[in-house]
Nanobody, 119 residues
Framework: VQLVESGGGLVQAGGSLRLSCAAS????????MSWYRQAPGKERELVAV????????NYVDSVKGRFTISRDNAKNTVYLQMNSLKPEDTAVYYC?????????????WGQGTQVTVSS
């Protein structure tokens, strides 16, 4: 089981990036998918969540109206479209898959991709 993020990089403030997280050896459609981020010296924070059923996503307040999470179950991939980027969005971004087995939840993490927003 593996999650591989891509799409990070260096962008100027106001710019856009699209992150991708590709899952392998995973029944992708059964998992709730999330994006987290961790800035230097800060705790990892939840950015956006989309459920296995593809219902209404949830976002942390600081990215609402700027970021969009989506998923393509046929491609086993979850995306994070990031627009109007700000320097405070600089962080390592991680995707996470949450599954449930016998009533117990478990998480699978990707290795992360760096996003740097210059002012």
């Amino acid at each position: 089981v593996q999650l591989v993020e891509s799409g990070g990089g260096l962008v100027q403030a106001g710019g856009s990036l699209r992150l991708s997280c590709a899952a392998s050896r995973l029944a992708f459609s059964r998992y709730d998918m999330s994006w987290y981020r961790q800035a230097p010296g800060k705790e990892r924070e939840l950015v956006a969540v989309i459920t296995s059923g593809g219902g209404t996503p949830n976002y942390v307040d600081s990215v609402k109206g700027r970021f969009t999470i989506s998923r393509d179950n046929a491609k086993n991939t979850v995306y994070l479209q990031m627009n109007s980027l700000k320097p405070e969005d600089t962080a390592v971004y991680y995707c996470k898959a949450r599954g449930t087995s016998w009533g117990t939840s478990y998480d699978i993490w990707g290795q992360g991709t760096q996003v740097t927003v210059s002012s």
